[in-house]
């Protein structure tokens, strides 16, 4: 009678261990399943995150190639346009005038690197210092020379040159051979780096 029951209480055991098993396995996979399809979503979503990024980047990179290829041509756009009208008589009151727009123009569309380029081919075809006595040929007051930067590679001979009204904020004369008088005249001069090395500083 004993081992009858000591049976039957195995029995009993092994059928409620398959039960439990039977019923854990598909919970089990079911749970697999949910964490398996999250960490797929999870991996989808950051893969997603990463491809935007990239795509922004991307685009960020590409504006920043058409601006400055923008820069480029219309550096070149005004050297061109410049060189034909040195071809003729300079000394005309218009061709004057229309040099003078360009050059305005075509800062007002530049950063500082090639403002430099610009401001440099100017001053070694003296187009823009002159001698006492002598009229300028082009007129840089009220340009736009935000941001240049004339601190390197030689010393900038900018004698004579008028910028009244025009803005240098950020600029950089430490090497330029120009006076503090000169560029006092200027509409802004916020952080611009002065002649003898030290920062304006507004009063």
Known sequence: MDNKKKKSGIQIFF?????????????????????????????????????????DERHEQEIILSTDEQEEAALVRYFDSLGKLLEKDM???????????????????????RKGYLIRALIENKLITMNPGENLIIDLSLADLTGLDLSTNML???KGANFRNSSFDGSDFSQANITYQELIVARSLQNVVLPNGTIFQST
């Open 15 to 55: 059928d409620c261990a398959q039960l439990i098993i039977a019923l854990f396995i598909p919970l089990a996979i079911i749970a697999y399943t949910v964490m398996q399809n999250n960490t797929e979503i999870s991996i989808a979503q950051e893969n997603r995150k990463q491809d935007l990024k990239i795509a």
């Open 91 to 113: 000394k005309l009151m218009n061709r004057t005038s229309i040099a003078r727009f360009k050059t305005l123009t075509a800062l007002a569309q530049l950063k500082s690197k």
């Open 156 to 158: 900038t001979l900018l």
